[in-house]
């Protein structure tokens, strides 16, 4: 991982080349998307199992699409009795702080009779990817609890699941029990982009939904990207990302441990260290080589660190903040004397993590905020996966005669400067039949 003195020309390549980490940089990439959304909705399926035999599953046959009602049941029977009381507890902590996200429908009046307001409802149906991990072996058992509790409390009454299956067709039976726990109806097992299409334009086999949430890989990301619109989706959640801002009271330890914690997700994600510290740039990276040797993912981390890696040394804080608003990290972790001091200063940022006892994991499972949360510098402009995800809002306008009396001659106006008589002509319309 490069160590970089920041500013420099190197350090600027290098930020440069973090900042491109984008959904929709590579238009090849997007483009073999694409043809997978098409091969969906063209053959159904069939275009499903033929993918999942491709790229999870070689012997998949069609009517595994669906996780079955006895499969889900026997999953309890392999599942560590401990599981469930950490279950509850996070899910307990999850739901509450979610609960604090609720709106409701409000109306307001004016004197001259109108009525106005916004009624919230919850959307109809809606689909949770789960990453699989490669093989589908390390299935993100937490990112059911993240997507589906939202949508609960958001009181979306039809929740359905995708995520993929392992070499032999089966899925983990943690995922299971939890999918289960948090009242998820259909589980189906498929992945990556024809999941994401599966769920937009249906299939024989799964029905399609409004909104599709959840993290995944880049395909999966390309795919919810390209298939916004035609449904809803909560936001671009792709390869994780951290940024740590430390200086010299930060232990280096604890920051190599919790870059490696998100490089470990994806040779795509992405690890930075911002520091005012240059003795803790060297032990910080010194001691990630150290740990790296001894992680069971340490191909895939150090991908991560090649490619979207560095450390920045910088000459004072406020360039570390500005550095972290240039990022717009999904997690930002700030270990610095006085975090508080800096908080009011980040601008772009998915999730704020401070002090030493506040280490990004407890975010990914425990806390209470959304671990769903915006990359590639989408954290400008969009914010964690939260209930109003899964909400919409009709607008109300009931006007008395008094209030149309007052505002029609002005409506009309407006209408004829926009060159629409048809307008113009509802108005009147009105207006002709209150005279009579
Ligand atoms: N931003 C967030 O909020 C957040 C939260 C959790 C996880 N994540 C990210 O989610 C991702 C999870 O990835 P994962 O691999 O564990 O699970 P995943 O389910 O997203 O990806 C695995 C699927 O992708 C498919 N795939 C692999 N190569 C492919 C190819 N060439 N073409 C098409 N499909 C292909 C696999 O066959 C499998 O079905 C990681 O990038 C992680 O960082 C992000
Ligand atoms: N860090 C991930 C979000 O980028 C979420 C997660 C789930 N499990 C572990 N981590
Ligand atoms: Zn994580």
């Known amino acids: 991982m490069p160590v970089l003195d920041y500013p420099s020309s190197a350090a600027e390549e290098r930020l440069l080349r973090i900042e491109r980490r984008r959904p929709g940089a590579d238009p090849e990439l997007e483009s073999r998307v694409s043809e997978i959304l098409?091969?969906?909705?063209r053959e159904g399926d069939a275009a499903l199992v033929g993918f999942t035999r491709r790229f999870d599953a070689p012997e998949f046959r069609e009517e595994q699409l669906l996780v079955s009602e006895r499969e889900v049941q026997a999953a309890?029977?392999?599942v560590d009795r401990s599981f469930f009381d950490t279950l509850e507890r996070a899910?307990?902590?999850?739901e509450a702080f979610?609960?604090?996200?609720?709106?409701?429908?409000?109306f307001m009046t004016r004197d001259d009779g109108t009525f106005l307001g916004q009624i919230l409802r919850p959307v109809a149906s809606a689909g949770l990817y789960i990453p699989g991990g490669k093989g589908g072996e390390t299935p993100l058992i937490s990112t059911v609890l993240m997507t589906a509790v939202p949508a609960r409390v958001a009181g979306v009454s039809d929740i359905a699941m995708v995520t993929p299956p392992r070499r032999d067709g089966t899925v983990n039976p943690y995922l299971l029990v939890t999918a289960k726990e948090v009242g998820v109806r259909r589980i189906h097992r498929i992945g990556s982009a024809w999941a994401v299409a599966a769920l937009a334009f249906?299939?024989?086999?799964v029905r399609p939904v409004d909104v599709i949430v959840g993290p995944g890989n880049i395909y999966v990301t390309l795919a919810k990207k390209l298939v916004s619109g035609e449904v809803g989706i909560d936001l671009l959640a792709g390869p994780s990302e951290i940024l740590v801002l430390a200086d010299e009271t930060a232990s280096p330890e604890h920051v190599a441990a919790d870059l490696l914690s998100q490089a470990e997700h994806d040779p795509l994600a992405s690890a930075v260290l911002v520091t005012t510290d240059p003795s803790l740039a060297r032990a910080a990276a010194v001691g990630l080589e150290r740990r790296l040797g001894e992680l069971p993912r340490r191909d895939v981390i150090r991908e991560a660190l090649n490619r979207?890696?560095?450390?920045?040394?910088?000459?004072?804080?406020e360039q570390a903040v500005g550095l972290a608003n240039r990022l717009a990290p999904e997690h930002l972790e700030i270990q610095v004397r006085d975090p508080w001091a800096c908080l009011g200063k980040i601008h772009n940022a998915g999730a704020v993590f401070i002090g030493t006892?506040?280490?990004?994991?407890?975010?990914?499972?425990?806390?209470?905020?959304?671990?769903?949360?915006?990359?590639?510098?989408?954290?400008?402009?969009a914010s964690a996966l939260s209930v109003d995800h899964f909400v919409k809002k009709t607008s109300i306008v009931a006007y008395s005669q008094e209030a149309f009396a007052r505002d029609a001659e002005a409506v009309m106006q407006l209408a004829r400067l926009e060159g629409l008589d048809a307008h113009a002509a509802s108005i009147r319309a009105r207006m002709e039949a209150d005279q009579r």
Do not use: K
């Not at 098409?38 to 909705?41: D, E, F, K, L």
């Not at 899910?91 to 999850?94: D, E, F, G, K």
């Not at 249906?202 to 086999?205: A, D, I, L, V």
């Open 38 to 41: 098409s091969a969906v909705r």
């Open 76 to 78: 309890y029977d392999r």
């Open 357 to 381: 006892h506040t280490p990004e994991p407890i975010g990914d499972y425990f806390a209470g905020p959304n671990h769903v949360l915006p990359t590639a510098g989408t954290a400008r402009f």
């Open 91 to 94: 899910r307990a902590h999850i």
């Open 308 to 317: 979207y890696g560095a450390i920045f040394r910088v000459q004072n804080l």
């Open 202 to 205: 249906g299939t024989p086999s």
């Open 98 to 106: 979610h609960r604090w996200q609720l709106r409701s429908s409000w």
